[in-house]
């Protein structure tokens, strides 16, 4: 069975999706993370005049989470909730209780686009995220009129342990290509990268969506594929294509 390195954290539904396509999933983190300003989230989240809330990460969720109570933020029960991905708006149903729209938009453009369509100018949108946000979002919701009350509740920083982690993969596991999932997660694992002899550099590498697929470019590398939706089975889907065309070139 090959291996394939997924840097991200352990997901029972991507373990599945790989080993029902005979390949074994290998999980390495490279982010951890820590939640701030929560006291001020949670203030925002007892507001009235926002018109609905964007989680566009599973870290932004669970910040919510952390200062969530469905009785005190009822209110939220008639607003508008936007996510990119079906996990994301698993999580949201499972940890807040709401229902999610966008889920099937799979990247922060195509969400971004839904909600200009399905909002009136001057909407204003509580949106809580990461201190290394993508701009894409913001941008595009500036150009139609509509406000983003952005606040950083959660600070993206280098796992500690991703040296080592790293270095234990090469020693020890002999994968076939590596799938990346965060442009912030590129440049911790090409920093380390450079820093000790490996085989890791040269191995097939995909991307999840498009931020992240640049990134890697940028860092001199080739993308192998890049999985169009933070599902797993597109993923999987990337991966057997790239490896089936180049079973037939050789």
């Known amino acids: 069975m090959k291996k394939v390195v997924l840097f991200k954290s352990v997901s029972e539904d991507y373990k599945k999706v790989f080993s029902d396509n005979n390949y074994e999933a290998i999980f390495v983190e490279p982010l951890q993370f820590e939640y701030m300003n929560l006291q001020e989230l949670s203030e925002k989240l007892q507001r009235i005049d926002y018109n609905g809330i964007i989680l566009t990460s599973p870290r932004a969720i669970e910040a919510v989470s952390k200062c969530w109570s469905p009785s005190k933020f009822v209110i ?3 607003k508008r909730i936007y996510t990119v991905g079906e996990a994301s708006r698993q999580k949201i149903k499972l940890l807040l209780g709401l229902e999610a729209l966008g889920s099937t938009t799979g990247n922060a453009e195509n969400l971004a686009t839904l909600i200009a369509n399905e909002n009136n100018e001057k909407a204003i949108f509580l949106f809580p995220c990461g201190n290394l946000r993508s701009e894409i979002l913001p941008n595009i919701l500036k150009s139609k009129d509509i406000t983003l009350d952005a606040l950083t509740v959660y ?9 080592t982690n790293l270095m234990e993969l090469n ?5 076939c290509c590596m799938v990346f999932f965060s442009p912030s997660g590129c440049e911790y694992i090409y920093r380390q990268l450079q820093t000790f002899n490996n085989n890791l550099s040269v191995l097939p590498h995909f991307a999840i969506g498009n931020s992240t697929a640049h990134k890697i470019e940028n860092l001199g590398v080739e993308i192998a594929g890049v999985a169009t939706k933070p599902k797993a089975e597109s993923v999987i889907e990337s991966v057997q294509q790239y490896f089936k065309t180049m079973e037939s070139c050789s």
């Open 76 to 78: 939220w029960n008639t």
């Open 155 to 163: 600070e993206t920083k280098e796992n500690e342990n991703l040296r």
């Open 171 to 175: 020693n020890t596991v002999n994968p």
